[in-house]
């Protein structure tokens, strides 16, 4: 008998035992960085006023070149896919996977079926032409898309867009990727309503915080927004969304995607040097996901061993054969490579 991949396991849950390295938690380690935590420290004094959103929604806004009406600021990009599944009515609702689980938890939280895509590794998890069913009236993709790593071409997503259909991409990582490359925030003229959600969880490190937007047509996001309950956004979140909006933190987190990428081939480069580690396609953003044998094992061994990495069997189209890894610095990455080398009872080439 099948099991079910369990949708509601979130990397948060590798690492609440105090004292290991987080390579399961995909959030950039140093973070949030000092000018940050003090202009958020600095809206404590106003928290007995209710959070007025109107400058960091102007903000948000102009930092994607789209008109105010097409933005709504939510409590993290989770609460969007919430939204979504309430405000949505699909008669066939596509969920392409391995991706992050919650769109699919929340739309069969709400009753809608979900037909899931499942890409393959032997295709380095990239979306295939075809694969989507054309009679899909709700289509959801991560781009990069979590757990795989896979940058899609934008254009092969834009195609993906058609009258009577509703694309939900999730950019939640595509300020990973240095200069946004592939990124469909800014773009207004598909047909059919295209939605894209992100996320400032992951570059600025407040996972704590709780804030994501959602860029989309108008009478969309005019029907999210009568969803939502009253004053969703806290007042120190929407300082968050309004100065990382400004051309300095722009500037800030393109350089951190550019050491992403640096790290990252550090830690792809130890990972092709042992023999039973495979990695499929090309990783883009900031977590590798690897096929080894036995990786149940290995992940509790590397625990033992003082390091957490995220379990992959929770992602529709994966198994107990899988482990996401988050991409740290060189010294972090040297080292568990050097317990995965006994984790794994190998040696690296």
């Given at each position: 008998m099948t099991t079910e991949p369990d949708l509601r396991h979130h990397g948060d849950a590798e690492v609440r035992t105090a004292g290991l390295v987080d390579l399961a938690v995909n959030v950039?380690?140093?973070?949030?960085p000092d000018w940050l935590r003090e202009h958020l420290a600095a809206t404590l004094g106003t928290l007995a006023a209710y959070p007025d959103q109107r400058s960091a929604h102007a903000a948000v806004?102009?930092?994607h070149g789209r008109p105010e009406e097409e933005l709504l600021l939510t409590s993290g990009a989770?609460?969007?896919f919430v939204l979504l599944a309430r405000v949505l009515k699909p008669r066939h609702a596509v969920v392409v996977h391995p991706q992050f689980t919650e769109p699919e938890a929340a739309l069969r939280g709400t009753g809608h079926a979900?037909?899931?895509?499942?890409?393959?590794?032997?295709?380095?998890?990239r979306l295939t032409p075809g694969a989507v069913p054309a009679e899909a009236d709700l289509v959801v993709i991560g781009n990069p898309t979590n757990p795989t790593s896979v940058l899609h071409p934008a254009a092969g997503l834009a195609a993906l867009a058609r009258p009577g259909r509703t694309l939900v991409i999730d950019e939640a990582f595509m300020d990973t990727v240095p200069g946004e490359t592939e990124s469909l925030a800014s773009v207004r003229d598909l047909p059919g309503r295209v939605v894209?959600?992100?996320s400032l969880t992951k570059t600025w490190g407040l996972a704590g915080l709780r804030i994501?937007?959602?860029l989309g047509p108008a009478e969309l996001i005019a029907e999210?927004?009568?969803a939502q309950p009253l004053w969703p956004v806290s007042t120190p979140a929407l300082a968050a969304a309004e100065v990382c909006s400004s051309p300095a933190a722009l500037a800030e987190a393109e350089q951190a995607a550019r050491t992403t990428a640096e790290q990252r081939a550090h830690l792809l480069k130890g990972l092709a040097a042992f023999p039973d580690v495979r990695v499929y396609g090309e990783p883009a953003a900031s977590f590798v996901l690897v096929e080894l044998p036995g990786a149940t094992a290995v992940r509790e061994r590397l625990r033992a061993a003082g390091f957490a990495v995220r379990r992959g069997d929770t992602f529709p189209g994966l198994g107990p054969d899988w482990l996401r890894i988050a991409v740290r610095d060189a010294g972090t990455t040297d080292r568990f490579l050097a317990a995965l080398a006994s984790a794994a009872e190998v040696m690296p080439a």
């Open positions: 950039r380690t140093g973070t949030p806004a102009a930092r989770a609460e969007a979900v037909h899931r895509v499942l890409l393959s590794p032997e295709d380095g998890f894209v959600l992100r994501g937007y959602v999210l927004s009568a």
